[in-house]
């Protein structure tokens, strides 16, 4: 039972990770892009908004991942000090 509590809670993580990795940046696109009709400039907003969503994330995952696999790695056997 616990097994498929932690794949479902897998499954859940992932889903919203992708969620917000195509979501994030369409959202900042679709601003830059009515600021561009605003104050009627070529796309500038759009592909600068966009950028920045795409870097954000891509920092906020790097980060994530690292303190993810920090945590793993003090669980296990060979990095516990010995007595």
Same mark, same amino acid.
């Given at each position: 039972?616990?097994?498929?509590?932690?794949?479902?809670? +897998? /499954? *859940?993580?992932?889903?919203?990770?992708?969620?917000?990795?195509?979501?994030?940046? =369409?959202?900042? $696109?679709? #601003? +830059? /892009? *009515?600021?561009?009709?605003?104050?009627?400039?070529?796309?500038?907003?759009?592909? =600068?908004?966009? $950028?920045? #969503?795409?870097? *954000?994330?891509?920092?906020?995952?790097?980060?994530?991942?690292?303190?993810?696999?920090?945590?793993?790695?003090? #669980?296990?056997?060979?990095?516990?000090?010995?007595?």
């Amino acid at each position: 039972m616990q097994d498929r509590q932690a794949t479902y809670q +897998g /499954f *859940g993580d992932a889903t919203a990770m992708a969620f917000e990795l195509v979501m994030t940046p =369409l959202i900042f $696109a679709v #601003a +830059g /892009f *009515g600021l561009d009709r605003l104050f009627g400039t070529t796309p500038i907003f759009l592909i =600068l908004f966009s $950028a920045f #969503a795409v870097v *954000g994330l891509s920092i906020k995952t790097f980060y994530t991942y690292k303190a993810a696999m920090d945590r793993e790695e003090k #669980a296990k056997p060979w990095t516990k000090s010995r007595p």
